[in-house]
């Protein structure tokens, strides 16, 4: 089909083909272009010329929807991903490398490229013609043919090496959020589960069902209980009696109901909730007969006290600056017009962090990696080291892979957060045992002014409710469970791409 459709370019100019998805439910294809606004409209007139187009080429046994993006050509915006491309893919080029190496001139839908190496790796990149890699990699995400040329930098020169001027969106306009109560967490004692977080939620404000929340308050009463769960093994069914609690938690003379069913071997750790004791829960509102209640997933002893937070959070990025998502390509996804297996509603950013220690108020991410999902596809991979402001441990480094040469030239988490949020924007946000990496998250997002609100999935907890049996429930554990390969383990968008097609085997 992609031949065809790329026929299209000799009608238009300024169009591309992107890619296509088959939506089985209602039998339509939508096709995604990129287009060059200065050389492209969109119009009805146009839109119609397209789909008649693709009906000659194809045939008339879908029907055929268009998603066209701009895609305009700017030069600073092209710097960047350049910059960002060269620093994630080429290491050996990228030493030494400075974002002021890279210079651009644009010839209507032509791009020259011209970059600055040190003498060894000036040597090194044109005798692996890496000109031609760099250029296609750069031609996947803009609609332009693209030249690179590598020249020799002046070893005397000196370079004010920095990233990308502060100016650039990092400052981004700002909107008022609604005023919010929160609760801060303190004296965190685990009992049943692990609980990471600092804050908590005024469960008296949330009037709906939602996922993955974390409240507090005093327990005003609590009961122990059995229930019996049939299970087959090796042909054999037997009932298998397993103990959950429900509690009463009071907040501002508020009251809400809540169970928690423990895992068999923290079941007796419940006995240890007592009447009076402050405690925080992280789990999800659920709607049962025509209530809402609470069923936790842990539960923590604490101390907590009310915070009113008025702060203003930015705006969501116009176009991404410092790290680029680029298209995800794997045969084993779904060909273009295969039977779809899962029909998802929404999308979703599967992604994992690799950080320099356990503690997310202290510690810091040394590498993001995710993928987009959306109708049960991988579309896009957003992938970048991260600068931290401390040295890489010896422990970290034999467990990750990752050294401090490797982060040495990263940028900052300051540039790449904004990025990350658009990535993030508007979709659900899915990790293993995404308590640990979503307090790094919510830690740095709090002190650039970014709101992650979006909703939260867990394919720990997932795996152990559609996966019993299991010996645990790591990560590679879970992929040899479900045929998938997970290559270099502990490298974060290795861990993301893996996480990411067990989430949609679970869905």
Known sequence: MQNSVEKLDEIFDGLKFKDAVYSESNNT????????????????????????????????YVKYSLNLTSCPLDKRTIANHTYTTIINNFPAISRNFAFDDISVDIDTLKVTIHLKLASSAYDYAVGLNREKLIADKLKESFLADFEVIFDKKDENAVTNKSFIEDNIELNYSIKQAQDKTVYTLTEVTNIIGKNDYTLASDFSKIKEPVENVVICGEVTNIVRAQYKKTTTRNGVQSEVEHTYYRFTLRLNEKYLQCVIFPRQADEAKGDLITQGMKVCCYGSFRLRNDR????????????????????SYKQVNENYH??????????????????????????????????????????????????????????????????????????ITNL?????????????????????????????MVAHNISFDIGFIY?????????????LMDTLEMSR??????????????????????????????DATATAKVFIKLM
């Open 29 to 60: 294809c939508t096709v995604n272009f990129l287009y060059n606004p200065d050389y492209f409209k969109p119009t009805e007139e146009n839109k119609s010329i397209i789909i008649k187009n693709l009906v000659d080429m194809i045939g008339d």
């Open 292 to 311: 809402l209640s609470f069923t936790a997933n842990t539960i923590a002893r604490c101390e907590f006290s009310r915070e009113e937070i008025k702060s």
């Open 322 to 395: 410092t790290v680029f998502p680029v298209p995800f390509v794997d045969y084993e996804q779904t060909g273009l017009f295969d039977d779809a297996d899962k029909n998802f509603q929404g999308s979703y950013v599967v992604f994992d962090l690799e950080t320099t220690g356990l503690e997310s108020s202290s510690d810091e991410i040394i590498e993001i990696g995710a993928c987009k999902i959306e109708e049960g596809h991988i579309k896009e991979v957003f992938s970048t080291f991260v600068h931290p402001k401390r040295r890489i441990s010896k422990e």
């Open 400 to 428: 990750t892979g990752i050294t401090n040469e490797m982060v040495a030239d990263a940028p900052e988490i300051n540039y790449v957060l904004p990025d990350f949020y658009k990535f993030c924007y508007g979709c659900t």
């Open 443 to 455: 830690n740095a997002a709090k002190k650039l002014s970014y709101n992650f609100d979006n909703p």
């Open 465 to 494: 409710n559609k996966l019993p049996g299991l010996k645990n429930y790591k990560l590679g554990t879970v992929v040899d469970r479900l045929n998938i390969t997970l290559d270099h383990a502990h490298r974060a968008v290795n």
